[in-house]
């Protein structure tokens, strides 16, 4: 078999070439846009957070949790305690007398409504309580 003229005029096969310049152009506007974005970034402030809860009440030790106050459908619990509404204002009231720094932790079960959360949480503010910390995830009823 003879060889054709066509097989001496084949293409060659083309290959593919990187452009690293334009690679490493790329790379170098994502670092800067990087930079300018984190440079404009506000710092956020960090809150301290005691590392005792404990209140300085009698029988209370370094490290024990605060009162927890849970809102929920049925009433109100004061440490597990079932409470009314109406006799919030007068267990707070005595809380304040006996403790010189109260601490409430304010929870909810998932039936509890916002506005009463609210309502409850405005109860304690009233009574002269400041140190309240609202918790985010729902504990189960009483607990």
Not at 28 to 34: I, P
Not at 35 to 40: K, Q, V
Not at 119 to 138: F, P
Request: contains cysteine.
């Amino acid at each position: 078999m003879k060889s054709s003229a066509s097989d001496h005029l084949a293409i060659p096969k083309k290959r593919a070439k990187i452009q690293l310049i334009s690679l490493v152009a790329v790379v170098f506007l994502l670092m800067a846009t990087f930079a300018m974005f984190s440079l404009g970034l506000e710092k956020k402030s960090v809150i301290s957070v005691e590392q005792s809860f404990g209140c300085s009440c009698g029988g209370w030790g370094r490290g024990e949790l605060p009162v927890v106050l849970q809102v929920t459908d049925a009433g109100l619990y004061w440490n597990k305690a079932l409470i009314t509404e109406r006799e919030l204002p007068e267990v707070l009231a005595k809380y304040v007398a006996k403790c010189k720094n109260p601490r409430i932790v304010l929870s909810s079960d998932d039936r509890a409504k916002y506005g009463q959360t609210i309502a409850t949480l405005d109860e304690v503010r009233k009574a002269g309580i400041s140190q309240v910390t609202i918790e985010t995830v729902h504990r189960q009823t009483g607990m």
